[in-house]
Structure formats: structure tokens, C-alpha cells
């Protein structure tokens, strides 16, 4: 009888142990290796914003709606920026023959009462110096570069304006209150005072923005 006992009990544990051996494991050891997940880690609210391809324009300090003068159909918004401390035209401008250039500059009255524009006055000069390119070393304060027509007729301004100027100062080198003139030709830069720019197409008054 106890011979039997013993073979049952030896014949009982070798199929308990082939079972476990058969088994699928519950789960993965805690230290077992596992492959690495890609997620991202969680945002910090307080980092920045990431950085853009371009950056946004600063807001206008001044503004001047170009009205066509008799007989002319130039029109357009000019607006004025500080970028980098200094100041820029931006707008658009169309009604001008395709494929033109033309005399652009800031003139000492914001007036533009006269058919023909001619009430805006001179150039606008509070250093009382020549007539030049902006980028000449003598320059009317508003003097600016040329604007081109495309074959529309179109013209898109971005460029500089003199660096002796200021918007909202209330002093003598203040653009605010002055005239804009669109010309009929360009400015040669050379001839004094005004670069025989010819006619006025376009006239407006430079407005600070509140």
C-alpha cells in the first residue's frame, strides 16, 4: 500500500510541474528589458511659445490715405512702423501706369486742398539739408526711395524712411500732421530740391495712430 501511495504522489507532481512549464507567463517581469516608447514629453506651461519663420510686423504709429489728385487715379494706404528703432512705409498703392516708377516723399504740409497737390508744400527738410537718395549722407528728411509699378499698375511699398524723422515728438522733426505726395516721375536724386519728380498723382496727411 505505501508503495502504491508514493508512485500516485511522484505521478501527481511531474504533471503539476509540466503544467508550469506549459504556461503562458501573467505578465512581463518588472525588470524584464522592454522596448522604449517614442511619447512626447508633457508641455511646460510656462516655456514660451516656439519661435515662427516670420515675425509679425510691430503695429502702425501712423497712418496716410493717398486720395488721387485731378485727373489721376492713384490711390492707396501707406502705414508707418518703428522696427528696430527706426521707421518704415509699408502699404499698397495702384492706379499708376504698369510698369512705372515714381518720385515718393514726405512734404512739409499736410494739405491737400490744391487740385493738383501742390498745396502740401516742398519736401519735408527740418535739417535743411539736399536734396538725395536716403541712403546718401545729405538727405531731405523726407526723402524715401522710389515706389515700382508692376503691370497692373500696382505698387507695394516696404522701405525705410530718413532716420532723422520721428512719429508723435511734437518737435520740428515730426512726420505727424505732414504731407505724402505720390510723383508722376522718379526721383533722380540729384536734381535740387526735388529730383524732377514732376507732377503730384497722389496726396495725403500723415495721422498718428491712437
Known sequence: MRLIHTSLFLASA???SACKQG??????PADAATPATSA????????????TAMTAMAAPVATAQLQPTKDSTVAGTIQFHL???LLRASGDISGLKPNSEHGFHIHEKGDCSAPDGTSAGGHFNPGSSEHGSIEAPAHHGGDMPNIVADAQGNAH???????????GKGDDFDIIGRGLIVHADPDDYKSQPTGNA???????VIAKVP
Open 40 to 51: 512626447a514629453p508633457a508641455a511646460d506651461p510656462a516655456a514660451p511659445p516656439p519661435m
Open 14 to 16: 511531474l504533471a503539476l
Open 157 to 167: 511699398i516696404d522701405g525705410p524712411v530718413a532716420s532723422n524723422v520721428n512719429v
Open 83 to 85: 522696427v528696430d528703432g
Open 198 to 204: 514732376g507732377a503730384r498723382l497722389a496726396c495725403a
Open 23 to 28: 504556461a503562458e507567463p501573467d505578465a512581463a
